[in-house]
Structures are given as structure tokens and as C-alpha cells.
């Protein structure tokens, strides 16, 4: 049986995740802070197993799973989103949150966790579309997801002399207690349940580019090919 561990499993597309797993024949080490939903995630299926922590919590962290367990994928969901709403009152407490939570952490689990990685597994990391061009209000989750991307290019080279895949997971909007909070169209957006089968798909098949909807995701991606500063006027002039 293969085993996997998502971290942010109690709620949107890490819980679903964790459920799509488990009726793959996967033991799920699902990690988040919400005691009761993992809880009762667990009681719905035997094969998952809940690990309760905070993520900005180092050791923590370190403490979450047995050393001695092995993994054959990790797929580290768990994020936040705040947005900027007046850049020249640049709020750096919420830019700092929104870092150490969606990129700092990060290398903690790494470093936690990709020791137990077993050769031949694959390493699955949460990024963004937002990642493809620069939008209004989200220098700090555009900034953080960025950084996780770049994050996955460096270990895309260095982990494949161990036999390591990775892939990083762009998604385009997708129905979750996070985007729920958002005061803006969200064109194309699909459920966590959609999501994670596009994951779960992109995992099986060791793609590096797990990017979706499509219809969504390539639209962005041509927009990228602009040089920025037509995308910068066209940015601009979207927000007025």
C-alpha cells in the first residue's frame, strides 16, 4: 500500500485530497490544525490517518510524524491568502504572515519530512496561477506562491541524482473556504473535488506542471508571453 502525507487536509482541496487518496488504496497521513475534522475524515476512512499541528510551529512540525515511517508522496497543500488593499500603506504584518505560512513553513516540512521520502516517490508543492503574471493586491500571496515555484525548479534538479519527482500544482480558482472570501469574479472555478483528481492524475504521472483548469491556466500562460509592460497597462487599467 502507498503511503502519502498532505498537509492542510482539514478543509478545501487538502481535505479532498486526503479523501481521493484513500479510495486510491493510499494510507493518508493527513495533517492540519482542525482536530475535529480530521477526526472524523479518519472515522470515514481507516486509511487516514490525522496528525494535528501548526504549521507555523517548527517543532511541531518535526514532531508530527515517526521517523521511522516511509513515504512515497508529499504534497504540501496548506496556505493562506491576504491581499493588499492600499500598497503605499504596505501592511509588512500581513506580508510576513502570509510568507512564513505559504513559504517558510515550506522548508520546514522539507526538512522534516524529505528525509523519509522513498527513492522513486514523488514531492508535490502548492503554488499558483497567480504565479503567471502579476496582479493587483496580491504582492504578498503572489510573492510567497513565486517563491514556492522557484522553491520546486531548484528541487526538481537537485533531487532527481535521489530518483525524486516533483511537482508543482498550479490551480486556477477553485471553490474552497478560501476562495469564498474573495470580493472579485472568479472565472472557470471549479470544485476541491475536481482539483484534486487533476493532482491526483498529475502525482501518477510525475508531470512537473500540474496546472489547472485549463481553459483557465493556458490563458494565463499566453498572457505571460507579453512583454510586462503591456501586461503592466493592461493591469492597470483593469483596476480602475
Known sequence: MNTILITGASSGIGESLAKYYATQGFTVY?????????DKLASE????????????????????????????QIILNAGTCEYIDNAKQFDGDLFARVINTNLISVGYCLEAWLPQINTGGQLGLMSSSAVYVPL???????A???????????LSIDLARHNIGVSTIHPG??????TDKNDFPMPSRITSEQAAQAIYRGMKNKHYDIHFPKRFTLILKTLALLPFFIW????????K
Do not use: H, W
Open 232 to 239: 503592466r497597462k493592461l493591469a492597470i487599467r483593469m483596476t
Open 136 to 142: 493587483t493586491r496580491s504582492q504578498a500571496y503572489g
Open 30 to 38: 493527513a495533517c492540519g490544525r482542525n482536530q475535529e475534522k480530521l
Open 173 to 178: 480558482f477553485v471553490a474552497t473556504p478560501l
Open 45 to 72: 476512512f481507516n486509511s487516514i490517518i490525522p496528525l494535528v499541528f501548526d504549521l507555523n510551529d517548527k517543532q511541531a512540525i518535526f514532531s508530527a510524524l515517526d521517523k521511522n515511517i516511509k513515504l512515497d
Open 144 to 154: 510567497s506562491k513565486a517563491g514556492v515555484s522557484y522553491l520546486a525548479k531548484t
